[in-house]
């Protein structure tokens, strides 16, 4: 099916609030223009983040009675660590908080002054925790990843040529490990396919490197693979995800997409001494090696969510609702990122605010007038969520987009259609939406915290 309706039926309801344009006006002003910065009982739909915002399933729910909150050795935790291995295959778990609390343990094991890590695009988290142990973040993501309007299935693969040619240049000694984002958020929810995995894993291994992977999205990539690679349509997704992972030696997980839960995450790895050094770091960050930051409960409904995640009809339909938006955006003529990736769609506010220059922050504004328009809360990813280079310069990113990014199990076919039309509404008026300039910005991972004002 093209557009398959929920493999699943409501059993709690949440109600969500509503507010007048008059409203919606001094409540963005209030906020800086910044999305982050509203409150969520002002927004209508929320498509700040597929991160924490999923529906946990009733056995979900049911599982966080079952939570056993001892210090030490909770049974949950055994839960956990065998549903990671079972469905990832890795030999060994550290639980952390969530994705960044597993950034950073592999951070500070691997990384050494001067090193430098390549990736498929950074991911804001993932790069800051590079740079704070010296390391220098290196993009090695085919050109096309760049590239909002090429429409190709792998866009998120990594370029082997640009892989190799930085081991010519800085040499293998210098690199401890690659980063593979499976998916790139920030290229737009874009898989990365088998075939390059493997020959990522070739080259690595040549040259003594390790692979780990960014696992948040792997069960979206999973999905792909399957959809859109030759000798995979008959795979389960959970056959797929288990090859994928198979190609890495470790990976760090945000549980807060798709492990399917509103917090947790995980470092896993197959080498003992890297395991070794993150149960000595562990605790002085999260907590015990069993608990990693999280409650016996969290970690139950966890260990639960790994197991829903690679369900066919769930991740079938979670994929294909993103398109839908996606679809029915483009058919209007909104320029957005083709094909639609996994978590979201992702507007091309350059081409959208084509009368704005990156400087006037075009999709910072355009996430701003989508709330306006109609309750909608988005993130920007674009010049202001890149951030600034070493020597205090704006960081000019190719893609300048505003995510609408769907929570997973959370909302329906017509919420999507709300959605499409406040944004194809605003494309037709485009020419009235106007830029905007910093009027607060902190130092580090600016996008959360900034205040703008309209120029
Ligand atoms: N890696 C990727 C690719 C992510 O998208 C995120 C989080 C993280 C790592 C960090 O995980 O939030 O659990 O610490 N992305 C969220 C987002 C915040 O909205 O894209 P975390």
Redesign the pocket.
Known sequence: KKYPAEPFKIKAVETIEMTTKEQRKEAIKEAGYNTFLLDSDQVYIDLL?D?GTSAMSDKQWASLMIGDEAYAGSDNWYKLEKAVKEVYGFDYVVPTH???GA?NLLSQIMIEEGDYIPGNMY?T??KAHQKLNGGKFVDVIVDEGHQPSVDAPFKGNVDLDKYQELIDEVGADKIPYICV?VTV?MAGGQPVSMDNLKKVKEISEKNDIKVMY?A?RCVENAYFIKEREDGYEDKTVAEILKEMMSYADGCTM?G?KDCLVNIG?FLAMNDEDIYTEATQLVVVYEGMPSYGGLAGRDMEAMAQGIYESVDPNYIEHRVKQVRYLGDRLAEAGVPIIKPVGGHAVFIDAKSFLSHLSQDQLPAQALAAAIYVDSGVRSMERGIVSAGRDADGNHCYPELETVRL?IPRRVYTYAHMDVVADSVINLYENRDSIKGLEFVYEPPVLRFFTSRFAPI
């Open positions: 983040t991160s969530q994705g960044r950034e991911f988290t993932t984002a958020n960014d948040t945000s807060k995450g990014t």
